[in-house]
């Protein structure tokens, strides 16, 4: 299963520009918030699913989806079952 640390991670190694990492919370809006992007979004994704071996379907990609970690770590596991 896939953890909060692990998308922290990838998120911080090139789709987020935060000053502080620590205030990147596991509930930190991260769309509505204006951190990522429709197309830091797309590039996430293609990562997530190199990274992971999953696939994500076009229905699949929204912000309800991706606007915080938590939300993120959801999804992927819930692809990997």
Do not use: C, W
Request: hydrophobic share 45%; aromatic share 4%.
């Amino acid at each position: 299963m896939v953890n909060q640390e692990e998308i922290k991670a990838i998120l911080l190694n090139g789709y987020v520009d935060v000053d502080n990492p620590n205030e990147l919370l596991n509930d930190t809006p991260l769309i509505s918030s204006g951190i990522l992007d429709s197309i830091s979004i797309l590039q996430l994704v293609d990562v997530l699913e190199k990274e992971f071996s999953i696939e994500f379907e076009a229905h699949e990609i929204d912000r309800d989806k991706f606007d915080s970690i938590d939300l993120i770590v959801a999804l992927v596991n819930s692809k990997k079952k």
